[in-house]
């Protein structure tokens, strides 16, 4: 149903966290996450007020979701 696109960060940020070696599983969970909104099952929680760039350039037949990796203000203090 949708079509899942991970950014080029969203990907650097597996990497990175795969390699501390404290989230073994993490390749797992985001498949599972990613499973999910394929079906049509758009979990998580809204950010409300999210500003993010429209694309509405020309009208697809396939629908897409970007995944993308937010971080807190406490994470990089």
Same mark, same amino acid.
């Given at each position: 149903m949708y079509t899942? /696109?991970?950014?080029?960060?969203f990907e650097k940020d *597996?990497?990175?966290y795969k390699r501390k070696k404290k989230f073994n599983?993490?390749?797992d969970d985001v498949d599972?996450? /990613?499973?999910?909104l394929q079906?049509?099952?758009? *979990?998580?929680?809204e950010i409300p007020n999210?500003?993010?760039?429209?694309?509405?350039h020309h009208i697809r037949l396939e629908l897409q979701i970007q995944i993308l990796t937010?971080?807190?203000q406490t994470d990089i203090d």
């Open positions: 899942i /696109i991970a950014t080029e960060q *597996i990497k990175f599983h993490i390749e599972e996450v /990613i499973k999910e079906n049509g099952n758009l *979990i998580g929680d999210l500003k993010l760039p429209e694309m509405n937010l971080v807190s």
